[in-house]
């Protein structure tokens, strides 16, 4: 346990609505990540965090945007959610070791 | 283009079996290769290599890095109920100002072990 929340852990959601999903975590670490998980696809990273108000995109940025405006929280925004953005999404940390830990996840559905 | 590929993607096996998993990779600049489970849930941290030939080991799960194969296996021993999983195998490379490992992934092993 890295000391890593996710809120919410579940959401329904339609199609067009703005969703944003929360990672808390309480142990001051600099790297924080979003990644979602979809069947055949695996782990795609979609944003990442390198500090407070540094982040850039990952493989898979079209249609999120994130924010960190404190070190312990890490924002991931669906401006307009998608029936394709229906997947669960994971926030890691990274450690000075750099190994990633992973949160509990959000499964999310977007009808 | 950095590629993660593990196999076989799915196996099942009997408890007490002996499971070796595949995962192989093509990545610029490499720095480290990990191993996670994952039940129905997050998944856990298992391995972290990042010397060739160095095995790590923890209980009945091993693993080892091959660097001139740009590959790892992960071993399991005396198989368990409990080893069933999704195994993922991901391998960082730096990239970018700032930027600590981001890892690729591979799409993971589903190791059923029937009783």
């Known amino acids: 346990d890295a000391g890593i929340t996710q809120s919410p852990r579940h959401k329904v959601t339609e199609t067009g609505t703005p969703v944003t999903l929360r990672c808390h975590q309480t142990?001051?670490?600099?790297?924080m990540y979003w990644y979602r998980q979809d069947p055949g696809h695996g782990l795609r990273l979609i944003h990442y965090s390198y500090g407070v108000k540094d982040t850039d995109k990952g493989e898979v940025s079209d249609g999120y945007s994130v924010s960190r405006s404190k070190t312990e929280d890490f924002l991931l925004t669906l401006e307009s959610a998608t029936s394709s953005q229906t997947s669960v999404y994971f926030c890691?940390?990274?450690?000075?070791?750099?190994?990633?830990?992973f949160g509990p996840g959000t499964r999310l559905l977007v009808l | 283009e950095d590629k993660v590929v593990q196999s076989p993607l799915s196996l099942v096996v009997h408890e007490g079996d002996t499971v070796t998993l595949n995962c192989s990779y093509e990545?610029?600049?490499?720095?480290?290769l990990l191993w996670y489970k994952q039940e129905k849930k997050a998944p856990t941290f298992l391995f972290m290599l990042?010397?060739?030939?160095i095995e790590k080991k923890s209980g009945r799960l091993s693993s080892i890095l091959d660097k001139k194969e740009l590959s790892s296996i992960l071993n399991i021993t005396a198989t368990q109920t409990g080893d069933s999983a999704i195994y993922l195998c991901?391998?960082?490379?730096?990239?970018?100002?700032?930027?600590?490992?981001?890892?690729?992934f591979g799409k993971g092993i589903t190791l059923s072990v029937r009783p």
């Open positions: 990545v610029t600049n490499f720095r480290s």
């Open positions: 990042t010397s060739s030939g």
């Open positions: 142990e001051n670490h600099r790297y």
């Open positions: 890691a940390i990274s450690t000075a070791e750099e190994t990633q830990y």
């Open positions: 991901a391998v960082g490379g730096r990239r970018g100002t700032g930027a600590n490992s981001k890892l690729t």
